[in-house]
């Protein structure tokens, strides 16, 4: 029986729109993989399909998210850390930050993920740095909640290990050993990262920034990574204090400290990547590196605004983060892709900066900065990775252009997610889940961290 379930084939019928060419009557979907395509007035290939009907639905790839920390949704609009540049936000949350405990991680994460589910995001990348002696096994915890919820993966394992008596940011007691976040790294590999098509969860090495950490970990940190084939992420070029302080403390520039440590490569994708020279945008096109674009993060901190298609045109993924939900402060993909195409038209021309480029940033370039070909694209072959949106709200009344329309008009919820094949939101609601309590649960947790 459940063979037979399996191996039946789902026509996504005569969609409203779809960010596909020749899909125009919608797509075949088979054994969790898209099968077909079928052009405008055509009828599938493939015989017994079932049908969903999609003609009041615009469908677009899931969404890729490439940057987050989950645990940050129980600090959301802290009042500590408001109306603050990066460096003074990052000092008003260390100490709360650091005594975040086993239930507070699984709650963050099951709600951040459900955030990001609802929003029309079937890949979520997390990076996780703080490991206190009671969290030591975070990553193990985001596994399970992903596992449970159904969406893919990629869980970084971040660090900090240079505190402020080594000259670095965070407080001592947020830092670890190095050898200690090394083993663990390697632990997280063998026991979690899945390769090859279709993987739900990927485990990645993420030491948190140059100001946390020391050039030895950056460089032990991608030697085990190559040793592994996992990728590597970090914080880069994300204010001008950052690039000050590298210069104070490397004497050098953050793109030449990323060169000297060995991470200038098309393994690495990074956070932020803002304050960029013209000559550092060609060196990380020529290289392959991944920039991760946080549009609403860097509005909150006032850090600046990404490069993003002058990356694009040299050469390098450019992907989409919404960030961590201190300074965003929500976890919501489809509006991040809004808030690209709008902040991209204070840089570039409205017909450079269309919503098709902020669609192939969420979508191709994000899987591209996960090191992936099996997600982000509405073809034959790839992974049955959807999210649908319905335009029956007052903000798209009168609309024309459907996937214009998403954007322009501010959509923020999915009526349909589907990951792999397996509906995971159906009528915006999450399968198996119970909203109502987990956003009780997760707001008195957030209410204890932060002292409130
Ligand atoms: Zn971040």
Request: hydrophobic share 40%.
């Amino acid at each position: 029986m459940k063979e037979n379930a399996l191996s039946k084939s789902l026509w996504i019928k005569n969609p409203l729109a779809i960010l596909a060419e020749g899909a125009e009557n919608g797509i075949v979907i088979e054994n969790g993989l898209i099968t077909e395509l079928v052009p405008r007035g055509a009828t599938p290939k493939a015989e017994n399909v079932d049908v969903f009907d999609a003609s009041n639905q615009v469908v677009l790839p899931g969404l890729v998210n490439t940057h987050h920390h989950f645990y940050q949704t129980l600090t959301r609009a802290c009042p500590a850390a408001l109306n603050k540049p990066l460096f003074p936000w990052l000092q008003s949350l260390y100490p709360i930050w650091a005594n975040l405990d086993p239930d507070m991680m699984a709650t963050a994460s099951r709600l951040a993920l459900s955030e990001l589910l609802l929003s029309g995001c079937t890949t979520a990348a997390d990076h996780h740095y703080l490991f206190p002696q009671s969290l030591t096994d975070a990553i193990d915890i985001q596994v399970e909640e992903a596992k449970n919820l159904g969406i893919r993966v990629t869980l970084t394992r971040g660090s900090m290990s240079l505190g402020e008596d080594q000259g670095g940011l965070p407080p001592q007691s947020t830092v670890q050993d190095e050898q200690v976040i090394l083993d663990d790294s390697l632990r997280l590999i063998k026991q979690h990262h899945e390769t090859g098509a279709g993987a739900m969860v990927q485990i990645a090495l993420a030491p948190c920034s140059p100001f946390s950490v020391s050039t030895e970990l950056m460089e032990a940190s991608a030697t085990l990574a190559r040793e592994h084939d996992v990728r590597l992420h970090t914080h880069l070029a994300e204010t001008h204090d950052e690039t000050n302080f590298c210069i104070e403390m490397f004497g050098l520039r953050p793109l030449d400290y990323l060169e000297k440590v060995g991470w200038l490569s098309d393994d690495v994708w990074l956070a932020h990547g803002i304050h960029f020279e013209d000559g550092e945008i060609k060196r990380l096109g020529k290289a392959g590196v991944g920039i991760t674009h946080c549009p609403s993060s860097n509005m909150v901190l006032s850090s600046g605004i990404c490069r993003t298609l002058e990356l694009e045109a040299a050469g390098s993924p450019v992907g989409l983060g919404v960030d961590g939900s201190a300074s965003n402060d929500g976890s919501n993909l489809i509006q991040e892709v809004r808030q690209a195409m709008l902040i991209g038209r204070l840089r570039y021309e409205a017909g450079e900066m269309t919503h098709h480029a902020a669609y192939r940033f969420a979508t191709e370039g994000s899987a591209r900065c996960l090191g992936r070909d099996d997600i982000g694209k509405i073809a034959v072959g790839k992974q049955a990775d959807l999210a649908l949106f319905g335009l029956n709200e007052p903000r798209f009344s009168g609309a024309g252009d459907p996937l214009a329309a998403l954007l322009l008009c501010g959509a923020h919820q999915a009526d349909h997610v589907m990951v792999g094949g397996e509906w995971r939101v159906k009528n915006r609601v999450i399968e198996g889940l119970d909203m109502e309590a987990l956003m009780v649960d997760h707001s008195k947790l957030g209410k204890a961290l932060q002292g409130l």
